[in-house]
């Protein structure tokens, strides 16, 4: 509920407000326009997010992530980034859009009505991700029929950083979808078959 709230409320501050996202400025240079734009990104992503229903799938699965969300929570504690967003908070803009997404999960009918969207969104997003994951291992699956890149990924494997890399990628809560994807296609004994044989392959490459 509070984070349909929070939708309704960024994306009424940005069709009311003439927002600039900073697409000029070199990040670094000013901590204070950092948090700024810190600001404007985060809530041009919420707003997107709210239109798009795979990226919200994806940030939802991403607020799961405790890494993501200890990062979060760091930047957002920062002395600039809460000016900044005192700041926002207090310009009528986003009074306005914030009183307008209360009163309309104020009343229980809107609010249903709005959750329930929000929930088939997200639905229809994580329907989207497992799609795009299971295209990808197929692509995947193809591109390592060639000896070249067997080869090539073999010996990607055997770099310690690369390692190490794979491992944090397989914290990601976005990389379950792959995982789901690679066991959906074990069902099918024939691919599994050919899985099976490309994993020896592989092994014996290493």
Known sequence: MKFVKSVLSVGAVLLSANVAFGKDY????????????????????????????????????????????REAQEMMNTPEFKKQMKKMQSSKEFKDASKKATDMMSDPGTAAKLTAKMEHMVQRGQDSLKKGAANSMKDAFDAFQDP???????????DPDFKKNMANMAKDPAFKNYIAAMQDMMQDPSMKSKIDELSNTFRSAL
């Not at 707003?47 to 990226?55: E, L, N, R, S, Y």
């Open 148 to 158: 070249d890149v067997m080869a090539e990924a073999a010996q990607m494997m055997r």
């Open 26 to 69: 070199k990040r670094g240079d000013n901590k204070m326009k950092d948090a700024e734009l810190d600001i404007q990104n985060a809530m041009a992503g919420m707003a997107q997010a709210g239109q798009d229903p795979a990226m919200l799938a994806q940030l939802m699965e991403d607020m799961k992530d405790p890494v993501l969300m």
